[in-house]
């Protein structure tokens, strides 16, 4: 079984990237950005994928 990296992001990192610090309430209950948000789509594009991690 490969193990899937974890990146963590500073509060800069996540301003840099244009990712919010906080989810919205809607987002936290589905444990992750919305599919249309513009760094899911673009990780998408480069042949990527999100593993929530709820903390």
């Not at 990192?13 to 919205?24: H, K, M, S, V």
């Amino acid at each position: 079984m490969d193990a899937a990296p974890v990146l963590v992001l500073t509060s800069a990192a996540l301003e840099r990237y244009g990712l919010p610090a906080e989810l919205t309430p809607e987002e936290r209950r589905a444990g992750r950005l919305p599919s249309g948000h513009k760094v899911v789509k673009q990780i998408a594009r480069a042949g990527q994928q999100l593993t929530p991690v709820i903390m």
